[in-house]
T-cell receptor, first 109, second 112 residues
Framework: KNEVEQSPQNLTAQEGEFITINCSYS?????LHWLQQHPGGGIVSLFM???GKKKHGRLIATINIQEKHSSLHITASHPRDSAVYIC???????????FGKGTHLIIQP | EPEVTQTPSHQVTQMGQEVILRCVPI?????FYWYRQILGQKVEFLVS????????KSEIFDDQFSVERPDGSNFTLKIRSTKLEDSAMYFC??????????FGSGTQLSVL
């Protein structure tokens, strides 16, 4: 069974700061997802990646398969980025995702 | 952007009652999922569905749970006899092959 650990659990930063959220997992995977959950509860998928790096706007996600580690970066952070960011992995042959506990991010103006 | 639609947004029921949570996945998607999130806890996988059958289920998905895709557009989760511990936010999700997931906005189930 995969264990997914995220750090930090909570992060408060000032607007404009560069943000990094980390995710590590214990067993080899076929894909890793970064998700965003807003206070109302809705979940939005940001990235799905199995190798390398992806970029979308101010968001960048990287994964190192050998080290079983992924990072989500936010450049020029903004208060609207305040949300819970969740890492979730899919193991080889499995359908369902295993989720981390999430990182609660607050960006102050 | 296409959306996954879930109804109702809130459901309150008495312990022991049956509930059906409904989802309309994105129309050309092939893979369908139910997840749940108990208040303050992480999201948990319940079941995946592909080609009109369950492809994987978790330990949570016991005999009290069932899923159906009755008409090619709806995807339902039925809980036969609800328990207090079934109170949670239930999320439906869908995806194409090897694509990111699209989640519905969730159904908040409260069992009294």
């Amino acid at each position: 069974k995969n264990e997914v650990e995220q750090s930090p659990q909570n992060l408060t930063a000032q607007e404009g700061e560069f943000i990094t959220i980390n995710c590590s997992y214990s067993v080899g995977i076929s894909a890793l997802h970064w998700l965003q959950q807003h206070p109302g509860g809705g979940i939005v998928s940001l990235f799905m990646l199995s190798s390398g790096k992806k970029k979308h706007g101010r968001l960048i996600a990287t994964i190192n398969i050998q080290e079983k580690h992924s990072s989500l970066h936010i450049t020029a952070s903004h208060p609207r980025d305040s949300a819970v960011y969740i890492c979730a992995v899919r193991g080889g042959g499995a359908d369902g995702l295993t989720f981390g506990k999430g990182t609660h991010l607050i960006i102050q103006p | 952007e296409p959306e996954v639609t879930q109804t109702p947004s809130h459901q309150v029921t008495q312990m022991g009652q049956e509930v059906i949570l409904r989802c309309v996945p994105i129309s050309n998607h092939l893979y369908f999922y139910w997840y749940r999130q108990i208040l303050g806890q992480k999201v948990e996988f319940l079941v995946s569905f592909y080609n009109n059958e369950i492809s994987e289920k978790s330990e949570i998905f016991d005999d009290q749970f069932s899923v159906e895709r009755p008409d090619g557009s709806n995807f339902t989760l039925k809980i036969r006899s609800t328990k207090l511990e079934d109170s949670a936010m239930y999320f439906c999700a869908s995806s194409g092959w090897n694509e990111k997931l699209f989640f519905g906005s969730g159904t908040q189930l409260s069992v009294l």
